[in-house]
């Protein structure tokens, strides 16, 4: 009888279980995407996890408020905040100046109960039974790591100077550079830093730019040339462990070339002010009071996938809880006033009419 031939098969597997380590402010997400935190946690949470490494998010501004600001302030202050090297570029003459206007991050509400007094955690101590499966030191790990990626700012605090005086912290004047091959060149030679590999990601690169296109550059007129230079940053940046965001004024630009803008971003997000003292819209919305903008969500970065994310709602009010905290909640529509209607907890019969007595049908 003719002996049995092994099965023989090209499939190996993988005995690595080890997960590879990453940077601090780094987050894993489905098929292997890596999140970068916007700096806001309400975004991060639209978006899916933040901003995916190696994307480009371009944001729309507003002509009549700088709302677009409140955003590029907390991707930079989040970044400077984890040691992530950062790289700022304006169209100002100082651009570091602007750094002295980066909001600091806020206590947290765990580290305001560990100031409570002793004598009242006595008796919020863990049972002793359980102590062998949680350590102290392995909750306060836990503790710290909820507010390792993404932190929320006090817009009425200023970053501490040692964040700002950061060896890893570049800033570029748009207007010092006679053109944009140099502008390139400075960008390249950032992105070098950060190498995509395989491997563990040690730290990730910021990319901030203000006002790509304003009137105070050269080449505010070259529109095929700005159009190469995005191309040209975005392929930098997908092959990198960065992201980078841009800001421009889509009014300063024909309506083709905004439209070839927008379509090379792989996140597309706008801001527009609210008029003040808008009495319909304040009728129609509640918490009308406390907004100051919104904020439209056109495109989601879709990296490493083919499905496309689904949001519950494109369009956010831009609220300052506190006139501190930067906040992104969906829009909600006001009740019915007794006044101009019937309101929907008083609706009890079938027919239009308003008197009491049996149901008409």
């Avoid at 932190?151 to 890893?168: A, Q, V, Y």
């Avoid at 830093?193 to 990601?201: A, D, E, H, L």
């Avoid at 808008?278 to 509640?286: F, I």
């Amino acid at each position: 009888m003719a002996a049995a031939k092994t099965r023989t098969s090209t499939f190996s597997r993988n005995l690595s279980t080890a997960a590879p380590s990453h940077g601090p402010g780094l987050k894993c997400g489905p098929n292997g995407t890596i999140f970068l935190s916007s700096g806001i946690p309400d975004l991060d949470k639209i978006l899916g996890g933040g901003f995916p490494l190696g994307s480009l998010v371009m944001v729309m501004e507003d002509a009549e408020a700088p709302h677009h600001m409140l955003l590029l302030r907390n991707f930079m202050a989040q970044g400077l905040v984890l040691g992530q090297p950062l790289l700022y570029s304006s169209p100002a003459r100082d651009p570091r100046g602007f750094l002295g206007t980066l909001p600091s991050p806020a206590a947290s509400k765990d580290d305001k109960s560990r100031e409570r007094d002793p004598d009242q955690e006595k008796g919020l101590r863990i049972a002793w039974q359980y102590k062998k499966y949680f350590g102290e030191n392995q909750l306060d790990g836990q503790r710290d790591g909820k507010h390792e990626y993404s932190n929320e700012f006090d817009l009425r605090k200023p970053l501490e100077r040692h964040f700002i005086n950061g060896p890893h912290i570049d800033c570029v004047s748009i207007q010092d550079c006679p053109d944009l091959s140099t502008l390139r060149d400075r960008f390249a030679t950032f992105l070098s830093q950060f190498p995509r590999n395989n491997g563990s990601i040690s730290c990730a690169g910021r990319i901030a730019i203000q006002s790509f296109c304003a009137p105070q550059c050269a080449y505010s007129n070259m529109e095929w040339d700005m159009l190469s230079f995005i191309r040209s940053l975005k392929s930098m940046v997908r092959s990198s462990n960065s992201v980078a965001i841009i800001t421009f004024p889509p009014s300063l630009l024909s309506p083709s070339f905004c439209k070839r803008w927008q379509h090379m971003a792989d996140t597309l997000l706008s801001v527009k002010a609210i008029q003040d003292e808008d009495k319909e819209l304040a009728q129609l919305l509640t918490g009308y009071q406390d907004m100051v903008g919104f904020l439209n969500v056109h495109k989601v970065a879709g990296i490493n996938t083919q499905v496309p994310v689904i949001l519950e709602a494109t369009t956010f009010s831009i609220k300052l809880q506190k006139r501190r905290y930067l906040v992104l909640e969906c829009l909600n529509q006001a009740p019915v006033d007794g006044s101009s209607g019937t309101s929907y907890g008083t609706s009890g019969g079938c027919s239009s009419s308003s008197k009491t007595g049996n149901l008409d049908f």
